[in-house]
């Protein structure tokens, strides 16, 4: 398994000091509900800005697998992917357990199968290492369509001649269940409504991109969303939008190290909850032509951060605003409520030399840390993030395990953060 290493600040100076340019690769969340997207298109797709991550990869796998033909070509920035779906047909229509395991996103076929080919089977994810996950709320929405859905052997079976419109309200605000019913409406025969949508920008993106195939759908990035069915749709040419989750991690490597980075195609208006909490601790974001400068204080201050479904504060950087914390000079709280798992990092940033208490789905973080590097295990792909930031920080050497987390929704981070000043180093294969 390959690790990071990364050296961090002499003893005694006062921080890394990143400095330079940062270019902003495509978002891992708005590609791959989009690569299944393609599925509900008469011919071909090309997705360009597609970011170079395992998950995309495996999302390329399970397309192949369920039909499709998919070709990749790298060029210098990211890279263009094109989807054909026309063997789908004749394909197995099934997202199996060995994919799902290995990605959740793989369940956001589901909806795509069912409205374009009448069938689609599905492993159960189960749960993860940030909770338990359940995708009760996609199925209820498919069933409103006129899914008929069967759960057997781990499996989920769904199935429908035509699916017709309906109307549909989310118990709970979820991502992945509103972008799969939202994609099956997009057949459906009839109108659809969707209330207690979720509104985050790579719902609406989504909702972009099927219209430019020809789908019918108004209100994505409000509560609710209508839908009129269309009868097809076509394969068209979409640029992936920059990655507001990757923005706000550099953002950070920015803001603890007293460095002066600018964040180039930085989604700035997809990331207000994240540049208000990076301000609120002192740092300087300025908003400018490229992109979003950030110029990191000689003090931090502490904040409080509770996370929230879009706009509120996303769930997919409170690991990285962690060590922001846990640098500023003073106690903050941070409240984690999507998922009721995700605190994995916590005890690896304390062996690194935070101070921070978990009470319930509450950090209290106590600040100002001296990280001290020494070698600590990434258990998702967000927790391994944070332990990046703070070996970036740590006096000496900090050993990053199970990097294959960070690889999900990092394009090779090493190589993204030495020109900037960082000393980070991989070393292939080792010891878990
Ligand atoms: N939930 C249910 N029932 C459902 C679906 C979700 O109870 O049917 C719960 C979940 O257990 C969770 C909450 O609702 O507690 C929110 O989950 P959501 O469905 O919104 O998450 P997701 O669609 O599975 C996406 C991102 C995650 C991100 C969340 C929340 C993708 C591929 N993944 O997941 O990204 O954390 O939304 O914003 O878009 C990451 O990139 O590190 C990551 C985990």
Do not use: W
Not at 124 to 134: E, H, K, M, S, T
Not at 201 to 212: G, M, R, S, T, Y
Not at 252 to 274: F, K, Q
Not at 339 to 360: D, Q
């Amino acid at each position: 398994m390959d690790k990071l290493e990364i050296i961090g600040k002499p003893p005694g100076m006062p921080g890394t000091g990143l400095v330079g340019t940062l270019p902003i690769r495509g978002a891992k969340n708005a590609a791959l509900p989009i690569q299944c997207a393609a599925l509900l298109a008469s011919d071909l797709t090309r997705l360009r800005h597609v970011p170079k991550l395992t998950d995309v990869s495996t999302m390329n796998r399970l397309l192949r697998e369920v039909g499709c033909a998919v070709e990749v070509i790298a060029d210098t920035d990211g890279r263009t992917v094109e989807i054909d779906p026309r063997g789908v047909a004749q394909g197995s229509l099934e997202a199996p357990y060995e994919m799902v395991k290995t990605m959740r996103a793989s369940v956001t076929v589901m909806g795509p199968l069912l409205a374009r080919y009448g069938r689609a089977r599905v492993s159960l994810p189960g749960g993860c290492a940030i909770g338990a996950r359940p995708i009760d709320q996609h199925l209820k929405g498919l069933q409103a369509l006129g899914a008929k859905v069967t759960l057997e052997h781990g499996y989920v079976d769904l199935e429908a001649k035509r699916l017709t419109g309906g109307r549909f309200l989310f118990d709970k605000v979820t991502v992945g269940g509103t972008q799969n019913v939202m994609m099956a409406a997009t057949l459906a025969k009839g109108h659809t409504t969707l209330e207690n949508v979720a509104r985050e920008p790579e719902v609406e993106e989504l909702a972009l991109f099927l219209n430019k195939m020809g789908a019918q759908i108004s209100g994505a990035g409000t509560p609710t969303i209508e839908i009129d069915g269309v009868d097809e749709l076509r394969g068209i040419d979409h640029a992936i939008l920059p990655d507001r989750i990757e923005a706000g991690t550099f953002a950070v490597a920015a803001a603890i190290s007293r460095g002066d980075v600018l964040l180039e195609h930085a989604p700035v208006d997809h990331m207000h909850a994240i540049i208000d909490t990076l301000v609120a601790a002192g740092a300087e974001c300025r908003v400018e032509a490229g992109g979003l400068r950030v110029i990191g204080p000689e003090r931090l201050r502490p904040f409080d951060v509770v996370t929230r479904p879009h706009p509120g504060f996303p769930t997919d950087m409170q690991a990285q605003i962690m060590v922001l914390a846990a640098m500023a000079d003073g106690a903050s709280v941070i409240r984690e409520t999507i998922f009721e798992n995700r605190f994995m990092h916590v005890p690896e940033l304390n062996r690194l030399g935070a101070n921070i208490v978990v009470n319930g789905n509450t950090a209290v973080v106590r600040g100002p840390t001296k990280f001290s590097g020494t070698t600590v295990m990434a258990t998702d792909l967000r927790a391994s993030a944070s332990l990046v930031l703070a070996g970036l920080v740590a006096e000496g050497t900090t050993e990053v395990r199970r990097v294959y987390h960070i690889d999900r929704g990092y394009e090779a981070i090493e190589a993204r953060l030495c020109p900037l000043g960082a000393q980070m180093s991989r070393y292939h294969g080792g010891g878990a």
